[in-house]
């Protein structure tokens, strides 16, 4: 049973089907009975929850509150921002009536023509037309600002192509949305927030990003710009792991949302918008995994130590049972969260292979003879290397333990993406060295039909604009122009 349990497509295999294997059988996910819809387990949405709720802790240590808005949205409200219908139209769900009716014949229902909406309703895919039409209401004055809100909540995007996490017709994220008195103001809001979703990618994913901003062809319908961390996943492709927008006053203006100043001036209000999705599944899953199953960074992993016994008697299991509880409220007292699998419907090696496979970043065994010797077996998953500790210290030890795997994860990311990056200078060898993946920085000439050229012969797409690293000037590899500084290309989830 256990070898049936971890038995997965390797990486090297079909990375695409080791990915889809090890959501289904780590528990993390699964198909539902809605076309392009998933279901997240309980395990799954117990390292949903972790994420959710550091991040959430950073936005209201950055003065951001939560509220909620609603999930429909009128028609006419996503038609006021032309680029923003235009982006966003090919993928909407419209609602268009409200009651159903039993056939005449008694089999099944159908839709009540007679309960069309007066004006249909949009299912959420983001939501600044809801939210600035709202703000309109509660704003006159430069007193009333900043407004700095971010709310939880699900979005519908009509995805033809669907794959568990990265991209599903419905999704879970948060959406800040904030608005501001100056043009400086809001900007710095946009890169505060984009050094928070750094800061949480690498400190508690374990994932390095490239902070950067988006080309005119990549950015958000309706932004003036668009910010952005880019991953690298084992793969070779990159990954969007998360966006914050410069609105400007492009949604003040589309729902007439004007301050009086402090010189009693009338102006329009500026914005902007930045969100995460349950995408960072899929980033935490594809950076660290391997083909054993899951690898989690210890700050996120829903328990960070499992305590597996091995027993012949009843005698037996009470003994180790005593022990355990007092090496779980040491650590406990530490802040390490356990899990104690003494459940007897399973034999240690099936419990060894499911929570090698789910990704528990510790793992103890202890048996009768360990008892006898104050010792126990501890096991991390990064390395899968094993030791035997004394009880003394124990609980230390497995907190060093701790910070070590995640430090250690992280580093085996980092070197990864520094061994696929590189410097490419010209169109011929960029051809060549797209094909082995990873980041390729490369000059480019600013237009975007150069960019669009690339994309179409090669399937890379620039995936920012560092905003550190080399600023050097040089010359475009497709069309020799004048180059500002090297972007990041990459094929990409």
């Not at 009128?74 to 235009?86: N, T, Y």
């Not at 292979?353 to 065994?365: Q, T």
């Not at 060295?433 to 150069?450: A, N, Q, S, V, Y």
Request: proline share 3%; charged share 25%.
């Amino acid at each position: 049973m256990a070898k049936e349990l971890k038995e997965l497509t390797t990486r090297e295999e079909n990375y695409s089907q080791w990915y889809n294997d090890l959501v289904v059988k780590a528990d993390l996910a699964e198909n539902s009975a809605v076309r392009g819809c998933m279901v997240i387990k309980p395990y799954g949405y117990a390292i949903w929850e972790k994420m959710q709720r550091q991040l959430d802790d950073m936005f209201k240590e950055t003065g951001h509150v939560n509220a909620y808005f609603p999930l429909f949205i009128p028609k006419s409200f996503l038609s006021k921002e032309a680029d923003h219908v235009e982006g966003f139209a090919k993928e909407c769900a419209v609602v268009t009536h409200y009651r159903l009716k039993t056939n005449p014949d008694g089999t099944g229902v159908v839709v009540d023509p007679e309960a069309k909406l007066e004006e249909e309703l949009i299912v959420r895919p983001t939501s600044e037309t809801i939210i600035w039409s709202t703000y309109k209401n509660w704003i006159q004055s430069y007193r009333d600002l900043p407004i700095l809100c971010n709310q939880w909540a699900n979005v519908v995007r009509w995805e033809m192509r669907t794959r568990l996490f990265l991209r599903t017709a419905e999704f879970l994220w948060q959406e800040g949305h904030t608005a501001h008195a100056t043009e400086s103001e809001a900007l710095a809001e946009a890169r505060k927030m984009l050094d928070v979703y750094a800061q949480f990618s690498e400190e508690y994913m374990a994932v390095p990003v490239i902070k950067g901003v988006k080309s005119a062809n990549e950015r958000f319908a309706g932004a003036v710009e668009t910010f952005c961390i880019e991953a690298l996943m084992q793969d070779g492709k990159a990954l969007q792991a998360g966006t914050s927008h410069f609105l400007g006053q492009n949604f003040a203006k589309a729902f007439d949302v004007k301050f009086v100043n402090k010189e009693n001036q009338l102006e329009y209000v500026w914005a902007t918008s930045w969100g995460v999705s349950t995408r960072l599944m899929g980033a935490l899953i594809m950076a660290h995994s391997d083909n054993n199953g899951l690898v989690l960074p210890p700050k996120l992993a829903p328990f960070q130590v499992v305590i597996v016994p091995i027993y012949k008697s009843e005698e037996q299991l009470a003994a180790i049972s005593e022990k355990v509880a007092q090496i779980t409220t040491e650590l406990k007292q530490l802040g390490i969260s356990v899990k104690y699998d003494d459940s007897d419907n399973r034999k240690p090696g099936w419990k060894f292979a499911e929570y090698e496979l789910k990704g528990v970043p510790v793992r103890l065994a202890m048996g009768a003879r360990d008892l006898e010797h104050a010792t126990v077996e501890i096991m991390r998953r990064d390395t899968l290397e094993k030791e035997t500790v004394s009880f003394d210290g124990i609980a230390v030890h497995i907190q060093h333990l701790l910070d070590d795997i995640q430090t250690n994860i992280y580093k085996k990311a980092f070197d990864y993406r520094a061994s696929v990056t590189r410097e490419v200078n010209s169109y011929d060898e960029f051809k060549e060295e797209i094909e082995k993946g990873g980041f390729l920085l490369c000059h480019w000439d600013g237009t975007p039909e150069t960019e669009e050229r690339i994309k179409e012969e090669t399937k890379a797409t620039i995936r920012c604009i560092p905003l550190n690293g080399d600023k050097t000037p040089g010359k475009c590899m497709v069309t020799g122009k004048l180059s500002a500084q090297r972007v990041v290309f990459a094929r990409s989830y």
